[in-house]
Structure formats: structure tokens, C-alpha cells
């Protein structure tokens, strides 16, 4: 099971859903203080800022980023619950859950999980870059883009509500 959240509901959504595993996609500045029951070697901090093209000072998301993401939670067990945050539970995150149920789950189109990432979360707003750079990494020829475009932008919000994600080995 994928469990998204914020920063601030990190340690709550942690402790409720017995997650062992935490993905982390933040500034790379911003402390972040890893819950005690997840183990230094089940947590994967991807630092770099919410944005969509290079600005000066600001990291953009990259292909290593997503790489590393991808190793990390193609290599999850799923047998305890992943919990995924970013600053405010909208953009990176979201991107990042839809990474994973894709990931995941290769022979699942990619339609099925952009309209269940929606239902899920009003406010979810995927970072289109994320999605892009895993789109071309997993061969999936645009149609990731393609979904996350259909489902549009979430719902104006200044922090999603936690919410958790489901698809077979995506658990």
C-alpha cells in the first residue's frame, strides 16, 4: 500500500499506517526528521525543488532522481506499507505515488492509475517533469504524460490531505 502525505503529516501517517519504508521528495535544504520505525536503510531522500524547468539556485527534478526512485521502490517489498511525502502533499508526491503504481505494475495502463490517483486526491497535482523523465525510463511512450495531462490540475490546496494508493504489487 502507498500512503502520500505532507511534511507536517509525516510522522502521524507514519505511526497509523506501520509503514517501514519512506520516500522523501523535498528541498534538498529542508530537515527532515526521519520517524523512528523506519530504518535509515528504508528511507530514500531525493532532494531537489517543486519545479518544472531549471531556474537559477533551484534544482531541478532529474533523470538520476527518478532512477534512484525507481530502483527504490522496484526494490520495496511490500509487505509493510511506503509512505510518500513532499512539502505539501500535491505536486512531487503525487508524482511520485503514480510513479510507483506504474512502475509496479507494467501491464496496468497508465489511464487506469492517473483516474485512481484522482479519485484518491482532489488536490493531487503530479509534477509533469517527474512524470516525464519516468515516462521515457519505463518505456511507456508518453501515455503516463498523457493521463496525468487528462486528469489536469488538482484542486487549489496549500496542503493535500493524506491519502494511500492501490494496485495488486503496489501495495
Known sequence: MLHVCSLSRLHETVERTGARHLLTLINENTPVERPARIAEENHLFLGFNDILSPLPGMVPPSE????????????????????????????????????????????????????????????????????????????????????????????????GEPFELYFGSAE
Open 64 to 159: 538520476i532522481h527518478v532512477i534512484s526512485l525507481l530502483r527504490f521502490v522496484l526494490n520495496w517489498d511490500a509487505t509493510t506499507p511506503l509512505v510518500v511525502h513532499c512539502f505539501a502533499g500535491i505536486s512531487r508526491s503525487t508524482a511520485a505515488a503514480y510513479i510507483t503504481a506504474c512502475a509496479r505494475n507494467p501491464d496496468l495502463d497508465e489511464e487506469t492509475i492517473a483516474q485512481a490517483l484522482r479519485a484518491a486526491s482532489p488536490s493531487a497535482t503530479p509534477n509533469a517533469r517527474l512524470v516525464h523523465l519516468a515516462d521515457d525510463l519505463l518505456g511507456r511512450e508518453g501515455r503516463m504524460v498523457a493521463a496525468i495531462g487528462r486528469i489536469g490540475r488538482g484542486a487549489d490546496a496549500y496542503e
